[in-house]
Each structure stands twice: as C-alpha cells, then as structure tokens.
C-alpha cells in the first residue's frame, strides 16, 4: 500500500521535529511547512492524506489556514494542535471542520492512535464514495444474469420492493448471488443519494461487529481514544446491508432489534440516544427460521427482519441459465486476462448443464475463469473443466477429448498427458507407461507444456 502522506504544520521547529520522530515510526510519508500561508500554498500544490496543525503561528494562523484548506480540498482531515488557553478556539475550529483536536503537551501515544482513526476513517469515507459513484455508473440490470422464469419471479419481487423503505431479507445459498441483488434493491430506491454500507457480520468478532455498527464514546473500552462513529451513523439516510447476519451474537440481535423498531441507538459508552434514518437489507445463507427453532436467532429479531423474504434460487433449480452465465463470465474473463477464448464446445455445455452446482454461480464462475486461463484453444473444451465436472462426461467423451480437427498435435498432446496424468493419480512412471514413452520424455514434454 502507498505510505499515506501527512502534512505538519508548525512554527515551532523543535515541535515540528519532535512530531516527525514521532510518527515517521508508524511508515507515513512527512512534509513540513513553517506557518499557515505556506501550509496552504502546499496543500494546493499536492495532495496530503492528513494535515497536523499547530493553531497559533505567524503568518496566517491555523484557524485561517483551515478554512482556506477545507475550501481547496474538503476531504483532507485537519487535526488541530492546542495550548490548553486555546481549547475554546479548538472547539471553534471543529465547528469550522476540523475533524479534531489534541493538546499539548502532546502524549505521543495519543497521537498515533488519533492520527492512525482519522487516516482509516477517511479511508472508509472516501470508499464509500468510491462505491457509490461506481455503483451509479455502471451498475445496470443487464449485469444480474438470469432469464428463467424463477428469475424473472425475483426481479419482479426486487422491483415492488426496492422503492420502498421496508427492511429485506435476502435468503439463499451460498454463491447465488444475494449481493448482486442486494445491489440491486439499493440501487433502485429512493437513497441512492445516501451511502450503502457493507458489513460482514461473520468477519468481525463479537465485540467488534457491535463497536463496528454503532460506533463508540473515547473511552468506552481500552484503546478507545477517540469517539468513532458507527457503519448506522454513516449509512444516514441511505442503506445498510448486513450480510451473514445468521452469525450475529445475541447482544447485536437485541441492539439491532431496537434500531429496527424506532431507529435509535446509542453509541458503546455513551449516553446520547442517536437516531438514524436507514433502510436495513439484510442476506443469510442459513436457514434462520430453523435458527430460530434452536434458539440461536431472536424470534422478534427475525419478524422483523422477515418483513419482505426474498429468495434466490439455486442455480440447479434454473439451469436453463447455465449456458448465459457460462458465455457472460467466458466473454469478462477472456478480456480480463488477455485470452482469445471466444466459446465453448457443445460437449463442453452439456457437461455444465449435467453439473448439480453446490457452490451456485460463484463456483460457475470460478470454474470459468479457470477454463479460459488454461484453455489453449478458441473453445472450450470439456479438459479445460474441473475434474469434478469432467468426470460426468461418459467413457466415450473423455477418450474424444480434445481430438477436434483444428487444433494443433501439441495441443491434443498437451491434453492427452494431462489426462493420462488425472488417470495415474499424477504417477509418472504409470503414465509414461500408458503413453508408450520413456519417464525421462515425459519430464521433459511436462516442462514443455508447463504441466505440474
Ligand atoms: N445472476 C448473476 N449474474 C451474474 N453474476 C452473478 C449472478 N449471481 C451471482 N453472480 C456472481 O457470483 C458471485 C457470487 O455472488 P454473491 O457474492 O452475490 O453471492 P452470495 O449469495 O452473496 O454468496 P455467499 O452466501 O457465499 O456470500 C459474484 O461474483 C457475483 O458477481
Ligand atoms: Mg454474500
């Protein structure tokens, strides 16, 4: 990752090298500037992930050179350097948009952790954005594949219900594809103004899921030295979507239960009563009502949530969308990595139509992607599928693999060691056995091929 590039601004220089020792320990990329006017004329002329400001200098002060700063570039976090006489003007300076402020005597501690929160947050802000902007660019229906009439059942169901503000639960299996459609219900209501705000409740620990959604007071547990806001507070008036929420933990139910019934939450440690306005879509691969049964999910928790259920069928219950998927994902692979696959085989389809897809459209695509990495002809062959898949191919098939005219001897020679190979369980001396050749030509055809 690119070292961040932070900005010190400091009249005094015995302070500013004290800052610098301080956190160029922490792998940042540091600059320096004397006085305000100087500090602006920098950030005009190069792009600073964090500016760290002492507030009284000569030559505009840091008060001035903040305003002037947050009119240049909104998004840089200024964090302000106080004398304990000066608090009221810090306080004044985060009205102004500083995002915060520390003071001296600087505890150095204090300050990498501060610098380190406003760095990530921003981050976040600045993802936030990104997804956005992408999501309002080149999201279009046409990228959700699918035409079966199950399919069809569930974008009408998406369409009644993306415009309203109800709570969604998107259930399937693995790899069905809830987050494309989760995207979808997002991008067709009436928040695509506001942010839609991923979190994975299975990722995070416990603890952490909770300080991750509803966000913290300085202090509330060690380590907290800075109140953060939570993953509610920034979905403010867009979405927020909960995915894998059968692997919340019971204190998170009862929290998310109350955000859900009046919108309001307080942050960990806090007192003040914080209310959001946020649409909830949430996506489990688990049966939650048998979840439920067994204690592990809130019974309220899941009404609630179950307002509007939206199911997304398992690609074997819709495999007339096998072929469109197949062609979608071989045409995006093939242009991502350069490979001039342009079809596949008819052998090659059906074998992906007797396929059963455990792992949905997800383990369709990785095995497409796979397919057009290997592939050394223009369509695919059914050698170029997992072997799982391969082996459904009747005796016959797997003897004509690959032995299509058009394509070169290397090439049949190619598929037919690699196939020897997968019958021999990757013992050479079997194969080259097989394949009537000494093991010594075999090593050697195998380096040439760049077969392992
Ligand atoms: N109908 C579809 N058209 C095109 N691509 C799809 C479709 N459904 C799923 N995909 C692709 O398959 C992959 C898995 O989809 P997604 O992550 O939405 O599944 P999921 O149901 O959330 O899975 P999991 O439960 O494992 O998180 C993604 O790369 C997605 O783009
Ligand atoms: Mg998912």
New binding site residues.
């Given amino acids: 990752m690119k070292p961040k590039k932070i900005l010190i601004v400091d009249d005094d220089e015995a302070h500013r090298m004290m800052l610098k020792a301080n956190l160029s320990k922490e792998g940042y990329q540091l600059s320096e500037a004397g006085d305000g006017l100087s500090a602006v004329q920098a950030v005009r002329e190069d792009f600073f992930d964090l500016i760290l400001m002492d507030i009284r200098m000569p030559q505009k002060s840091g008060i001035e050179a903040l305003k002037e700063i947050k009119e240049i570039s909104p998004s840089i976090p200024v964090l302000l350097i106080t004398a304990y006489a000066e608090l009221q003007t810090a306080i004044e300076a985060v009205k102004l948009g500083a995002e915060d402020y520390i003071q001296k005597p600087i505890d150095a501690e204090k300050l990498k952790v501060t610098v380190a929160n406003l760095l990530t947050l921003n981050a976040l802000k600045q993802e936030n954005e990104l997804l956005k902007e992408r999501l309002g660019r080149t999201f279009s229906p046409s ?4 035409k079966s009439p199950k ?1 069809q059942e569930l974008y009408r169901n998406v369409a009644m219900i993306a415009p309203t503000d109800a709570t969604v639960l ?1 259930q ?12 979808l219900i997002h991008q067709n209501s009436g928040r695509t103004d506001g942010a839609f705000v991923k979190v994975n409740c299975t990722v995070l620990p416990d603890t952490l899921l909770e300080s991750e959604l509803f966000g913290y007071e300085r202090g509330a547990f060690t380590g907290a030295y800075q109140r953060k806001q939570g993953r509610f507070e920034l979905a403010d008036g867009g979405s927020i979507f909960l ?2 929420i059968g692997d919340m933990n019971p204190s998170v139910q009862a929290k998310l239960l109350r955000v859900l019934q009046e919108q309001k939450f307080e942050r960990l440690g806090g007192t003040k009563t914080i209310t959001v306005d946020v649409r909830i879509i949430a ?3 688990k049966d939650l009502e048998a979840e439920v049964k067994e204690g592990n999910f809130r019974d309220d928790l899941f009404y609630r949530l179950n307002v509007v259920p939206i199911t ?1 069928p398992p690609l074997r219950e819709r495999k007339e ?1 096998i072929p469109l ?1 197949a062609e ?2 071989l045409k995006y692979y093939a242009e991502k990595n350069h490979r001039p696959v342009k079809g596949l085989l008819p052998r090659t389809l059906d074998l992906l139509m007797r396929y059963d897809w455990p ?4 383990e ?2 990785n095995a497409m992607e796979r397919a057009v990495i290997i592939a050394r002809a223009e369509q695919l062959t059914p050698a170029d599928l997992p072997l799982n898949i391969q082996a459904l191919a009747d005796d016959l098939q797997t003897l004509e693999t690959g032995v299509i005219p058009g394509r070169t001897i290397k090439e049949v020679e190619r598929d037919l060691i690699i196939k020897t190979l997968e019958q021999t369980g990757g013992n050479r001396t079997h194969a080259a056995k097989t394949l009537g050749i000494t093991r010594k030509t075999l090593q050697n055809k195998l380096k040439e091929y760049q077969i392992d």
């Fill in positions: 990228e959700i594949i699918g399919m998107i399937g299996e693995s790899g069905t594809g809830k987050e494309l459609i989760a995207d995915d894998e996506a489990t691969n997304v969308d998927l979608h994902f792992g949905n459209v997800r369709l695509e």
